[in-house]
């Protein structure tokens, strides 16, 4: 069965940085598409970046030029580096692929 593990998230100050990783298992990671997705309390999922099996990647207009998605297919590994953070970042991140998701992870950025 697929699994998808993350880690990485915690509280920093705006203008911080936080680097999440997802490890997959159950899937033949190289030829899979991987995403972030987060949700913040009362608002619904949201794309954040995703990447392709090629690695070409699309981020959402809010995070564009602050987050950077990518991956390590050996190690089945997906990573989002996000600097800059706003207080508007704070969500749950979720790691996904397909109809599979991660549990999520939170992050908290305070002003």
């Known amino acids: 069965q697929v699994q998808l593990v993350e880690s990485g998230g915690g509280s920093v100050q705006a203008g911080g940085s936080l680097r999440l990783s997802c490890v997959a298992s159950g899937i033949i990671f190289s030829v899979n598409p991987m995403a972030w997705y987060r949700q913040a309390p009362g608002k619904q999922r949201e794309l954040v970046a995703q990447?392709?099996?090629?690695?070409?990647?699309t981020y959402a207009d809010s995070v564009k030029g602050r987050f950077t998605i990518s991956r390590v297919n050996i190690k089945k590994m997906v990573y989002l580096q996000m600097n800059s953070l706003k207080p508007e970042d704070t969500a749950v991140y979720y790691c996904?692929?397909?109809?599979?998701w991660g549990q999520g992870t939170q992050v908290t950025v305070s002003s």
């Open positions: 996904a692929t397909g109809k599979d």
């Open positions: 990447i392709s099996s090629t690695g070409t990647t």
